[in-house]
């Protein structure tokens, strides 16, 4: 069915249960009745490679890709500016395919009533506060999520934050590493969504070193979270 990118070592093209982590990912969004378009941003290379793969999913909404760039935000401006006539935007990482769809359904039903809205997901390690190498604190974990994807915001203003953010950076010189929330921050609250935590990326990338199947990659991410 599905086929890993020859030589690869992006997340997204590797396999498991026999499809690119990718596919996992579109099937999720599939099956999740407010979405009504998925925008995959690519390299050019991988582009034609993932319109196959995508063709022989036989999606039930539209798959359109879209050509990314050398960073997320250039490959967000990139899938923003192929949009058209739509309300909310939905950002989300390819390499996360064990969102649920009934999460992606709440975290989008909070941004069509705030605008925009997160998921988060509370530390399970304990966070301290460093200065030069040094312990300063213990950080209360009551205060601290880790935020995940997807990041669902107002099309309106997801453009207007992020033209915002260019200018900013572009004026003092300075481009951190960037996310979607990140460019919103100064025009609005986020509404935060609880996130499963077996959704963590750093669980998912330990779970593809020894789960051969879909399966038990999901199994063995519960245990680690709960351990």
């Given at each position: 069915?599905g086929r890993e990118k020859s030589g690869t070592s992006r997340k997204q093209f590797m396999l498991l249960e026999g499809a690119p982590i ?197 199994q063995l991410m519960a245990e680690i979270v709960s351990g």
């Amino acid at each position: 069915m599905g086929r890993e990118k020859s030589g690869t070592s992006r997340k997204q093209f590797m396999l498991l249960e026999g499809a690119p982590i990718l596919i996992h990912t579109i099937r999720k969004f599939l099956r999740c009745p407010s979405v009504t378009e998925i925008v995959v941003a690519l390299r050019a290379e991988d582009m034609d490679w993932a319109r196959g793969l995508i063709h022989q999913e036989h999606p039930s909404k539209p798959v359109r890709i879209v050509e990314g760039g050398e960073t997320r935000q250039e490959s967000v401006e990139n899938a923003l500016a192929s949009l058209a006539d739509t309300d909310l935007v939905a950002v989300h990482d390819a390499v996360r395919p064990f969102i649920e769809p009934e999460l992606v359904e709440k975290v989008i039903a909070e941004a069509a009533k705030t605008g925009a809205a997160i998921v988060g997901i509370v530390p399970v390690d304990t966070i301290k506060q460093v200065h030069k190498n040094k312990i300063r604190a213990t950080l209360s974990r009551e205060h601290l999520v880790m935020a995940q994807t997807p990041q669902v915001f107002r099309f309106d203003l997801l453009q207007r934050a992020v033209s915002a953010f260019e200018r900013e950076h572009t004026r003092t010189r300075s481009l951190p590493a960037w996310g979607a929330a990140d460019a919103f921050t100064d025009l609005a609250h986020d509404y935060l969504t609880q996130g499963d935590a077996v959704a963590a990326r750093n669980v998912l990338e330990r779970a593809l070193l020894v789960a051969p199947h879909f399966a038990e990659a999901r199994q063995l991410m519960a245990e680690i979270v709960s351990g």
